[in-house]
């Protein structure tokens, strides 16, 4: 666990995470077993920060959030599908097709957000809700 919080403090001082709500916020969401809709909300500023040039993102997302219940488990399939919907995601054929938790994560595997190892039905635990944030702006985000 301390390699891990290392490897997330040094990602912030490099500014993969420069927006999130604060360093005690990263920190208590990085020692979670099991997250929740919540904590993805607690990190959306990181998303919405890190995309300046889309000015609808951060109410596309509210939009999206609102949808589900802060106490609902996180998983990677609703991880996938909330952010699909908030970067309108147009790289997957099927998700197109039908825009639902299975297909928005299966875009994400394919563009390399999450390992093709892992299962639309695993619930994320901090660090890979941190890790998660960081691939989404790192794959999705405009460069300046």
Do not use: N
Not at 71 to 83: V, Y
Not at 108 to 132: I, K, N, R, W
């Amino acid at each position: 666990m301390r390699r891990l919080l290392l490897a997330l403090i040094i990602s912030l001082a490099a500014g993969q995470l420069p927006h999130a709500q604060s360093l005690e916020d990263v920190v208590a969401i990085g020692d979670l077993w099991a997250c929740t809709v919540a904590d993805f909300a607690t990190m959306a500023p990181a998303l919405t920060e890190a995309m300046p040039d889309d000015a609808e993102l951060a109410v596309r997302l509210e939009k999206t959030l609102s949808r589900y219940k802060a106490g609902q488990p996180l998983t990677k399939g609703r991880a996938s599908l909330i952010a699909a919907r908030t970067l309108k995601l147009r790289s997957s054929f099927f998700y197109l097709v039908l825009p639902v938790q299975r297909y928005a994560f299966r875009a994400m595997v394919v563009d390399g957000v999450f390992a093709g190892t892992s299962s639309e039905g695993d619930v994320m635990s901090g660090v890979e809700l941190l890790d998660f944030i960081t691939m989404i702006t790192l794959k999705y985000a405009v460069a300046p």
